[in-house]
C-alpha cells in the first residue's frame, strides 16, 4: 500500500502541474497567512532573544514584578498591544518594596514608576518622553553606566535628574549637560549625570534609556498629583541559584500584603524576554490577524478548487471506482492534492516571510531568528489548512456512484 | 467442451431474480426484470438483444458497480448484498477486467499510464505497472502508442487501448460491452483472438455483442429482451415466456434473425 502511496502524490503533482495557473493562485491565500505567521514569530524570537541575552549579561539573576495576573498566552503577548499602564492604577505600593528587600539573598530592589510627559530646555522640548521615577538602586539592578556625572542621590536635592544620552542630544544638542536645567510640567530639574548610551531600545524594563530622563521617585509622585504608581519592581538576587527561592518568598510576602488577592506577576528568565516594544506590538497585531483572514481565504480558496476539480473529473472517479478503487482510495487521491496544495502555498510561505523579516528586522535593532519550531509551525499549519479544506470535496468525490459518474459526459 | 464448461466447473455467478429498477413513481421503470442465471467458471458468454434491452445495465451490476438491485447475487457462493464497499473494490481490483461500451480511458492521463490504472490499486510500483502495461500493449499492436493522450487516438486505437487495460490485472472474470463495436474485421479478430486466448486459459467472459459473427467465438449465447433472458443455450429448458409484457417494451423483429445466426454457430 505504500506504493498507493506514492502513486497517489505522483498523481497530484502530474494533476497541479496541468493546472499550474489555477495552482499557483489557490495556493497564493495559504501562502501569505503562512508568510505572515514566519514574520512574526522569527521576529518575536528575535526580539525576544535580545532581551533575554540582556538578561543573561546582567547575571540571569533578575526577577520582575508587574501589577495586574499573568496574562498566560504567548500568543496574547504577541497580539497584545502595549498596556495601558499609564492609565490603570497600579496595585504595587511601596510596601510591596519593602516586604521584597526584606526577602532573603535579595541583593537589590528598584521601583519603576513611568511617566510620559514633555521635557523642555530653553529652546527646545521633547514630547512623549519616558520618564522614570525610581531610586539609586535601579543604576545597580539594571546594570545602567554612567558616562558623565553621577546617578540618583537621596543626600542631593529632590529635583535632580539623570538624562539618556540621545535625550541630552535632543534637548540641548549635546551629550554634555551637566548642571543644565529641564522642566517638566512645571518643576524643574538640574542634570547631574548622562547615561552611557546602550542601544536596547528593546530591553524588559519596556523603555529606551538613551532617550529616557530618570527623577527621584518622591519627585515623581509630586508630578502625578501626589498618587505614587509602580508599574515594576526590578528584582536582583545575589545569585542565579537563588533566584528561584527568592521568587516563592517575594511572592508570599507580596500575597499577605495584598490579603491572598494575586494581582500581581513575577516574571523572571525566558518571560521577561517578551517583547515590549510598541512598533513591534502594532506590527505583531496587524500581522497576526493578515494570516488568520488569509488562511481562511486560502482554505476555503482550496476548497473550491477542489470542488472544481471534483466535477470536472467525474468520469475519471467513476473509471476509477470501476477499475478496484476503493472509497478510501479516492479520498486518499483528492485528499493529497489539497495538501499538496497547501503545503506548496506553506513553503513558498515561509520563504517570503523569512524575506519580509529581513526587509523589516532594518528597520529594527534586531535579526529575525531560525528555529525549526517555526518551519515546523509553517508546515503544520499548512497540513492542518490542506485537511481541513480538503475534506469534505475528497469525502463527496469519494461517495460518487460510479454508474452516474461513467455516464457523465465530459 | 461447451457441455464440459456447463457441467463439471463451479458456478461463478448466480443470479436469481434479479431485478434492477429505474426511476420513481410514474417514471419507474424496470432495466432488468426478473432475471434468473448461472454462469460457471470458464464460460465464454455472449449475450446479444436490442439496444435498451438491459445489457450494459446487467453488466454493471455483474461487475458490483451497481449494488441497488433486487434480487440475488451470489458471486463465487458469496452473496454480494453481504461485501463491504471495500471488499467489492478489492473484487473489482484483482478478479473483474471491464471493457466499458464508451471507452473511458482518463483524458489527462496517456495511453500507458491508462492502462496500469488497475495495477495502481493492487498496489504495484510503477516501474512494474508500466512494465506490465507496456508488455500488453504489445500484444495489442499498441507499442508505439505508449505515450500518446487519449485525444491522440483513433477510435480503434482507443477501444484497444480500453481492452488492454481490462485485461493487463489479468481478471479471472471479463466483462466487455461491445469490445469490437468501433473495430474493422482485422482488428476485431485480434481482440477475439485475444479473448478466446484467456477463454481457453480458464478465465470466464461476458462479452455483450451487437455482431452475430462474433458468437462464433462463444461457449454460450443468450439473447436478452425487455430486462429478461430470451433465450439461452446453455440453459436445458428453451425460451422465456415473452407473452403479457408492459406496454413499454420494444418490439424487436431482428430477434429471429440472430436465433438462426445462432444455431449456425
Ligand atoms: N441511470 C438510468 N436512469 C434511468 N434509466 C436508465 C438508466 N440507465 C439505464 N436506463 C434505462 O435502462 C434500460 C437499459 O439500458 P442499458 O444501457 O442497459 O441498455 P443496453 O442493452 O446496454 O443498450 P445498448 O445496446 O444500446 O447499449 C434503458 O431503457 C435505459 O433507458
Ligand atoms: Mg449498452
Redesign the interface.
Given at each position: 500500500?505504500?506504493?498507493?502511496f506514492?502513486?497517489h502524490i505522483?498523481n497530484a503533482r502530474?494533476?497541479l502541474r496541468?493546472n499550474r495557473m489555477r495552482s499557483n493562485l489557490t495556493m497564493l491565500g495559504v501562502m501569505i497567512g503562512v508568510a505572515s505567521i514566519t514574520t512574526i514569530l522569527s521576529l518575536s524570537g528575535g526580539a525576544s532573544k535580545i532581551v533575554s541575552n540582556q538578561v543573561d549579561a546582567l547575571g540571569g539573576n533578575i526577577a520582575v514584578v508587574r501589577p495586574g495576573s499573568a496574562s498566560d498566552t504567548a500568543f496574547q503577548n504577541l497580539a497584545q498591544l502595549p498596556t495601558p499602564q499609564l492609565f490603570a492604577a497600579s496595585t504595587l505600593t511601596i510596601k510591596d518594596v519593602n516586604a521584597i528587600k526584606k526577602v532573603n539573598y535579595v541583593s537589590g530592589v528598584a521601583p519603576m514608576m513611568i511617566l510620559s510627559g514633555a521635557v523642555k530646555a530653553e529652546t527646545s522640548t521633547s514630547v512623549n518622553t519616558s520618564i522614570i521615577a525610581t531610586t539609586p538602586t535601579l543604576a545597580d539592578v539594571s546594570g545602567l553606566k554612567i558616562q558623565n556625572g553621577q546617578f540618583l542621590d537621596p543626600d542631593l536635592s529632590p529635583y535632580i535628574a539623570v538624562i539618556g544620552p540621545q535625550l541630552s542630544v535632543n534637548v540641548f544638542g549635546t551629550e554634555e549637560s551637566i548642571g543644565k536645567t529641564l522642566t517638566i510640567k512645571g518643576q524643574a530639574f538640574t542634570v547631574i549625570g548622562v547615561l552611557k548610551r546602550q542601544n536596547t531600545p528593546i530591553n524588559y524594563n519596556g523603555v529606551d534609556f538613551d532617550e529616557s530622563i530618570i527623577i527621584n521617585q518622591d519627585a515623581g509622585q509630586a508630578l502625578n498629583q501626589g498618587s505614587l504608581q509602580i508599574q515594576q519592581i526590578n528584582v536582583k538576587t545575589d545569585s542565579v541559584n537563588n533566584l528561584a527561592g527568592a521568587i516563592v518568598d517575594i511572592n508570599k510576602a507580596i500575597l499577605k500584603n495584598h490579603l491572598g488577592e494575586a494581582d500581581f506577576t513575577i516574571l523572571s528568565g525566558e518571560q521577561i524576554a517578551q517583547p515590549t516594544n510598541r512598533l513591534f506590538a502594532a506590527i505583531a497585531g496587524t500581522t497576526t490577524a493578515v494570516a488568520a483572514i488569509s488562511l481562511l481565504v486560502g482554505g476555503i480558496g482550496i476548497m473550491n478548487i477542489m470542488l472544481v476539480s471534483v466535477a470536472e473529473r467525474t468520469?475519471?472517479i467513476?473509471?476509477?471506482?470501476?477499475?478496484?478503487?476503493?472509497?478510501?482510495?479516492i479520498v486518499a487521491q483528492f485528499l493529497i492534492e489539497s495538501v499538496a496544495l497547501s503545503i506548496g502555498g506553506g513553503v513558498g510561505g515561509y520563504i517570503i516571510g523569512y524575506l519580509i523579516a529581513f526587509a523589516i528586522s532594518s528597520f529594527l535593532p534586531f535579526f529575525p531568528i531560525f528555529t525549526w519550531e517555526i518551519g515546523g509551525i509553517a508546515i503544520g499549519v499548512s497540513l492542518v489548512i490542506g485537511t481541513l479544506f480538503g475534506l469534505y470535496p475528497a469525502i463527496r468525490a469519494a461517495r460518487k456512484d460510479?454508474?452516474d459518474a461513467?455516464r457523465q459526459y465530459? | 467442451m461447451k457441455a464440459m464448461a456447463n457441467n463439471k466447473t463451479e458456478p461463478v455467478i448466480v443470479l436469481s431474480d434479479l431485478r434492477k429498477r429505474f426511476g420513481i413513481g410514474d417514471a419507474e421503470h424496470y432495466a432488468i426484470d426478473g432475471i434468473d442465471l448461472t454462469i460457471r467458471k470458464g464460460e465464454f458468454i455472449a449475450i446479444m438483444g436490442p439496444s435498451g434491452c438491459g445489457k450494459t445495465t446487467l453488466l454493471?451490476i455483474l461487475?458490483l458497480?451497481?449494488s441497488k438491485i433486487e434480487g440475488e447475487y451470489e458471486l463465487e457462493t458469496r452473496p454480494v448484498a453481504s461485501l463491504s464497499?471495500?471488499r467489492q473494490?478489492?473484487i473489482?481490483?484483482?478478479q473483474?477486467g471491464?471493457i466499458?461500451q464508451s471507452f473511458?480511458?482518463?483524458?489527462?492521463l496517456n495511453v500507458i499510464e491508462n492502462v496500469a490504472?488497475?495495477l495502481?490499486?493492487?498496489?504495484?510500483?510503477?516501474l512494474n505497472r508500466e512494465k506490465q502495461a507496456s508488455a500488453i500493449l504489445h500484444t495489442f499492436h499498441l507499442g508505439e502508442r505508449e505515450y500518446y493522450m487519449p485525444y491522440q487516438l483513433s477510435g480503434g486505437q482507443t477501444q484497444r487501448v480500453a481492452i488492454a487495460?481490462a485485461l493487463v490485472?489479468n481478471p479471472s472474470i471479463i466483462l466487455a460491452d461491445e469490445p469490437t463495436g468501433n473495430l474493422d474485421s482485422a482488428s476485431s479478430h485480434i481482440i477475439m483472438e485475444e479473448l478466446s486466448d484467456l477463454h481457453k486459459r480458464g478465465n470466464t467472459i461476458i462479452m455483450v455483442t451487437h455482431n452475430p459473427r462474433l458468437t462464433t467465438y462463444a461457449s454460450r449465447v443468450i439473447t436478452m429482451l425487455d430486462g429478461k433472458i430470451d433465450t439461452d443455450t446453455g440453459s436445458p429448458k428453451r425460451k422465456n415466456d415473452t407473452t403479457a409484457k408492459k406496454p413499454l417494451g420494444k418490439v424487436s423483429k431482428k430477434r429471429r434473425k440472430t436465433k438462426t445466426k445462432q444455431e449456425v454457430a
Open positions: 500500500m505504500r506504493f498507493l506514492i502513486n505522483q502530474q494533476s496541468s468520469r475519471e467513476g473509471i476509477r471506482k470501476a477499475l478496484g478503487a476503493s472509497n478510501r482510495d460510479p454508474i461513467l465530459d | 454493471n461487475g458497480l451497481d464497499f471495500r473494490a478489492r473489482r481490483s484483482q473483474i471491464f466499458f473511458n480511458l482518463v483524458t489527462r490504472l488497475p495502481v490499486y493492487k498496489g504495484m510500483t510503477r487495460r490485472n
